[in-house]
C-alpha cells in the first residue's frame, strides 16, 4: 500500500486552529515559534485568538496554514515516521503546495512562511478588491467549465481556475465575467454555479503582477531537492529538480491547479490511501470522491496520533 501526504489550500482556515496541537506537543509549539520568528509577528495569536476577519486575510492565512500542517510533521516525526520511507508523493493545493514542499524538505519553514506571506499580499494586491471572482461549478466537467468560460468572457478574463473533483471545477476571472459565467452556466452542463467567498480571482491571467512577485522572492531562496517527489499543481506530474520546482511555483500563480488529475495520478501510482496533514477536511472530502482512494485527516492530536502509529506499521 502506498501512501501519500496532501496540504490543504487556502478556505481550510479557522480561529483556535492549530492551538490544540500547539498544547498537546512541544515540537508543535516550537514551528509556531518559528513561523512567527521569521514573520516578525505574532501569527500564533492571531490563529488562535482571531479576529476572523484579521485570519482570513490572504497574507495571514497562507502562512498560517503551512505552520499548522508542518507543525503535524514535526509531530509525526518526533514519533518516528520518516517522510521519505513512509510516504510515496506529497501534494498540495495551491498554497499547500508550499507546505509539501517544506515538509519533504525542499524549502526551509522560514522561507516558507516568508515566501507565504508575500504570495498572499501580492496576490491580494494584483487585482483591486471587487474587481475580480471566483464561481465554483457543481456539476460541469473541466471541458464544459472551459467552454462556459470561452462563452462568458467577452474579452475579459475567465479561466478555469481549479479542476478539484469529477464534477467540481473553479472558475475565475473578472467579476463581470464570472456574473455572466453563472447566468450562463445551466446551458453547459452545470447543475449549480456558486460565487465563492474569496477576495481575489486567483489562479488565472489577473494574478500575473503575483506572478512576476514570486518569480523574483523564489529567485531569493534555496530549493533543494525533496526527499518525496512533488506532485506538482499546474503538470498532474512528480518533479523533483529544484530549479523546475522554482519555476513551476511560478506559473502556479496564474495556472490550474490540475487536482482531479493530481490524485488519478497518485492512484496510477498504486497510492490507494492519503493523508490531508493540517487544517481541515476539505481535501479528504474530495478525495473520497475517486473510486478506491482511502482518505485519513492527520490534524488533531489524535488524528496524529493514529497517523503516527499506521505509519508504523
Not at 500547539?22 to 516578525?40: I, R, S, T
Not at 497574507?59 to 509531530?75: F, G, H
Not at 525542499?106 to 487585482?127: C, F, I, P, Y
Not at 531569493?220 to 523546475?244: F, G, R
Request: net charge negative.
Amino acid at each position: 500500500m502506498s501512501i501519500g501526504f496532501i496540504f490543504p489550500g487556502q478556505g481550510s482556515q479557522a480561529v483556535g486552529m492549530g492551538a490544540d496541537l500547539a498544547k498537546a506537543f512541544p515540537a508543535a509549539k516550537a514551528v509556531f515559534a518559528e513561523v512567527d520568528d521569521a514573520l516578525g509577528q505574532t501569527l500564533s495569536t492571531l490563529m488562535w485568538e482571531g479576529p476572523e476577519s484579521e485570519l482570513t486575510l490572504t497574507e495571514n492565512a497562507q502562512p498560517a496554514l503551512m505552520a499548522v500542517s508542518l507543525a503535524a510533521i514535526r509531530v509525526l516525526g518526533e514519533k518516528g515516521m520518516q517522510l521519505a520511507s513512509s510516504v510515496a508523493y506529497v501534494a498540495g493545493h495551491s498554497l499547500g503546495e508550499y507546505s509539501a514542499l517544506a515538509a519533504a524538505e525542499a524549502l526551509s519553514l522560514a522561507d516558507t512562511a516568508r515566501l507565504l506571506k508575500t504570495r498572499g499580499r501580492a496576490m491580494q494586491q494584483a487585482v483591486p478588491v471587487g474587481a475580480g471572482a471566483m464561481a465554483a461549478l457543481l456539476g460541469a466537467d473541466l471541458a464544459q467549465a472551459q467552454e462556459l468560460a470561452q462563452a462568458a468572457r467577452d474579452g475579459e478574463v475567465c479561466e478555469a481556475a481549479n479542476d478539484n473533483a469529477p464534477g467540481q471545477v473553479v472558475i475565475s476571472g473578472t467579476k463581470a465575467a464570472i456574473d455572466r459565467a453563472i447566468a450562463l452556466a445551466p446551458k453547459f452542463g452545470a447543475r449549480r454555479a456558486v460565487l465563492l467567498p474569496v477576495s481575489a480571482p486567483f489562479h488565472c491571467a489577473l494574478m500575473q503582477p503575483a506572478a512576476e512577485v514570486m518569480r523574483e522572492a523564489l529567485g531569493a531562496v534555496t530549493i533543494k531537492a525533496p526527499s518525496v517527489p512533488l506532485i506538482a499543481n499546474v503538470l498532474a506530474a512528480p518533479l523533483t529538480d529544484p530549479d523546475e520546482i522554482r519555476a513551476h511555483l511560478v506559473q502556479q500563480v496564474t495556472g490550474m491547479v490540475r487536482w482531479r488529475e493530481s490524485m488519478l495520478y497518485l492512484q496510477s501510482q498504486g497510492v490507494s490511501t492519503v493523508y490531508e496533514v493540517g487544517a481541515g477536511r476539505v481535501l479528504t472530502g474530495i478525495a473520497r470522491r475517486f473510486d478506491g482512494m482511502e482518505a485519513k485527516s492527520a490534524g488533531t492530536p489524535e488524528e496524529i496520533e493514529a497517523a503516527a502509529t499506521a505509519l508504523a506499521a
